[in-house]
C-alpha cells in the first residue's frame, strides 16, 4: 500500500493519535486521569482581555474627570478655606506656643518667649483690624447685592468677577447652615419641654387602683391541675410529696379527686365531677315560699321534768325522748336533783319529778322555823325566857348543824316576845313598803306623848304608848295617813 501511494504521487493527511475518527478523544486509564486532574492547566489569557484588565486597573486622570456641578461647589468652598487658613495658622502657632509654655524652661528660654509674645500681640491686632475691615466690606457688597439688580456677569477664565460670586455663594451657606442650627436647636428645646410637661402631668395623675386578686385555696389549685389526668410525680413538681402522700393514703380531698392506674402502672390523678354538677335540674321559675317562723330552741331538762310531775313508766320516757335520754338519767345521774326514780308492785321503774333545790331548802327552813317556835314556848311557858344565852343553850343542844341563821331567828323571837309582854296601848301601822322608813312615821307619831316603836315586818309596825288616850288620838287622827304617797291604814293592835 506504502509502495502505491508513493508512486501515485499523494500523501496521507496526518491524523493525531489523541482523537478518533469522530473528532472525540480516547479513553484512558483512571490513573492517568487522576494525575492529569491533580495538574492545574495553563490559561490562556487573549491580548483583548488583558487590554480590559489594563484600563480597570488604571485610574481616570484628574484632568478626564468631568465637573459635576456639586464637585464645583466643594472647590468653591476649599477656595474660601485657604483664605481664611492663615487665621487658623495662627491659631495652631498660639496653641503650640501655650503648651510649651506650662513646660519648664531656663531663664534665656523665659526672655526669648517674653519677646515672642509681645510680637505675637502686635500681630493679633493687626490680624483683628484686618479682619474688621473685611467683614465690614462683606457687609456692603451683601447689602447692594440686595438692593441692586443682579448682574449678568460671564466667567472668563480665572477673572476677580467669578472669584467674588463664589465667596458670596459660600457666605450665604454658612448663613442658612447656622440659622437651621438655631432652629433645630429651638425646637428640640420646645420638643424636651413638652415632653418634661407631660411626664408631671403623668405624675401628678392618680394611679388607678387595680383590685388584687385572691389567693386561690389549696385545694381548688388542687381540682384545677387535676382537671386532665396528671401523674403523681407531675403533681410533686407542681405541689409537694406530702399532700400527693396525703391524697393516696389519708383520703384527702377524696370526694372530689379519683385514683386510678394507666397502662404502664402509673398512678394518675383526675378531678370528678362535683354533686351538684351531675343532679342538675332544668331551671324552673322560682316561687317565693311563706318565710316559716324560726323554730325556738327546747329545753330537753323542762320538758323531761314537766312530762314526769306525775309519776311516767320508762317506756313511754323512750318513745317521747328516746332511749340516749333515758340511759343518761337511769346510769349517768342526769337530773338527778328534779327526778327520782322508783319502782311499782310490779317491778317496773316509774319516774317522778322533784321539787327543786331552792324550794326544798325553803321548806325545810320553814319546817326548822316552827321547830325553834315550839321549843321556844315551851321555854317561855316555864318563865325561863328571860335570860337569851340559857335559853339558846338548851335549845341548841337539840340540833346539831346549829347555824347564825338560827341564831338570828332566836334572837327576833325573843325581842317580839319581850316587846309583847311590856304592851300597854298599842297601834298598829300596816300597807308599808321598804320606801317609807320609821323615821317618818316617828316624826307624826312623836306629838301625841311617850311611846315606844318595834318594826314587826316591811309591812307592819308597832307603836306603844304608855297612855291609852294618847292611843284613841292617834287612831282617830291618822286612820288614813298618807307617807311617800302611800296611804297607811293605823288601827289598835291585838297581839295573838
Given at each position: 500500500?506504502?509502495?502505491?501511494i ?27 486521569q ?62 503650640k ?10 531663664e534665656p528660654?523665659k ?12 500681630q493679633k ?13 462683606k457687609?456692603?457688597e ?19 468677577a ?13 448663613q ?24 408631671k ?5 392618680p ?19 387535676c ?10 413538681s ?43 335540674q332544668?331551671?324552673k ?26 309519776s ?16 343518761d338519767?337511769?346510769?349517768?345521774g ?13 317491778g ?13 331548802r325553803?321548806?325545810?327552813r ?41 341564831v ?9 316576845e ?21 323615821e317618818d ?12 316603836l ?11 304608848f ?21 296611804t ?9
Open positions: 500500500m506504502d509502495e502505491r508513493e508512486r501515485s504521487g499523494f500523501r496521507l493527511a496526518q491524523v493525531p493519535i489523541s482523537q478518533n475518527s469522530y473528532g472525540k478523544k480516547p479513553r484512558r486509564k483512571r490513573n492517568s487522576k494525575q492529569e486532574s491533580m495538574q492545574t492547566p495553563e490559561k490562556k489569557v487573549s491580548p483583548q482581555n488583558q487590554k480590559q484588565k489594563r484600563k480597570r486597573s488604571e485610574k481616570p486622570s484628574e484632568s478626564k474627570v468631568k465637573r459635576t456641578p456639586e464637585k464645583k461647589e466643594k472647590q468653591k468652598s476649599n477656595a474660601v478655606e485657604k483664605k481664611r487658613a492663615p487665621e487658623k495658622q495662627a491659631k495652631k502657632q498660639n496653641n506656643k501655650k503648651k510649651k509654655a506650662q513646660k519648664p524652661k531656663t528660654a526672655a526669648s518667649e517674653n519677646s515672642n509674645k509681645q510680637q505675637s500681640s502686635k491686632k493687626q490680624q483683628n483690624k484686618q479682619g474688621k475691615k473685611a467683614s465690614k466690606k457687609q456692603s451683601n447689602d447692594k447685592v440686595k438692593k441692586g439688580p443682579r448682574k449678568n456677569t460671564k466667567k472668563k477664565g480665572k477673572g476677580g467669578a472669584k467674588q460670586e463664589d465667596a458670596k455663594k459660600a457666605v450665604k451657606k454658612n442658612k447652615k447656622q440659622t437651621q442650627k438655631k432652629a433645630g436647636a429651638q425646637k428640640n428645646k420646645s420638643q424636651n419641654q413638652q415632653k418634661k410637661s407631660q411626664k402631668s403623668q405624675l401628678q395623675k394611679k388607678k387602683r387595680t383590685k388584687k386578686r385572691k389567693k386561690k385555696n389549696l385545694r381548688t389549685r388542687v381540682l384545677g391541675s382537671r386532665k389526668t396528671k401523674s403523681g410525680s407531675e403533681l410533686v407542681i405541689f409537694s410529696q406530702q399532700l400527693v402522700n396525703d391524697i393516696r393514703f389519708n383520703g384527702k380531698f377524696a370526694n372530689r379527686i379519683s385514683i386510678s392506674l394507666d397502662l404502664y402502672g402509673r398512678i394518675m390523678f383526675t378531678t370528678k365531677r362535683g354533686v351538684a354538677a351531675k343532679t342538675k332544668p331551671a321559675e322560682k316561687v317565693k315560699a311563706p318565710k316559716e317562723a324560726k323554730k325556738k330552741k327546747v329545753d330537753v331538762r323542762q320538758e323531761v321534768i314537766a312530762a314526769c310531775r306525775q311516767r313508766s320508762e317506756d313511754d320516757l323512750i318513745t317521747q325522748f328516746g332511749e340516749k335520754v333515758v340511759n338519767i337511769r346510769f349517768k342526769k337530773y338527778k336533783s328534779r327526778i327520782e326514780i322508783s319502782l311499782d308492785q310490779f317496773k321503774r316509774l319516774y317522778k319529778s322533784k321539787k327543786s333545790l331552792k324550794t326544798q325553803r321548806n325545810q320553814e319546817i326548822r322555823k316552827k321547830q325553834i317556835k315550839a321549843a321556844y314556848k315551851a321555854l317561855a311557858d316555864m318563865d325561863s325566857v328571860s335570860n337569851f344565852d340559857v335559853c339558846q343553850n338548851a335549845i341548841r343542844e337539840c340540833y346539831s348543824d346549829w347555824s347564825a341563821v338560827d338570828n331567828f332566836l334572837k327576833k323571837l325573843h325581842e317580839n319581850i316587846f309583847n309582854k311590856e304592851l300597854v296601848a298599842p297601834v298598829l301601822f300596816s300597807n308599808l313598803t321598804r320606801e317609807v322608813k320609821t312615821i316617828v316624826k307624826h307619831v312623836m306629838s301625841f306623848g311617850r311611846c315606844d318595834k318594826r314587826i315586818s316591811n309591812e307592819m309596825l308597832v307603836v306603844n304608855k297612855d291609852p288616850q294618847s292611843a284613841k288620838k292617834c287612831v282617830g287622827k291618822f286612820k288614813k295617813l298618807v307617807v311617800a304617797n302611800r297607811l291604814r293605823c288601827a289598835t293592835y291585838k297581839p295573838k
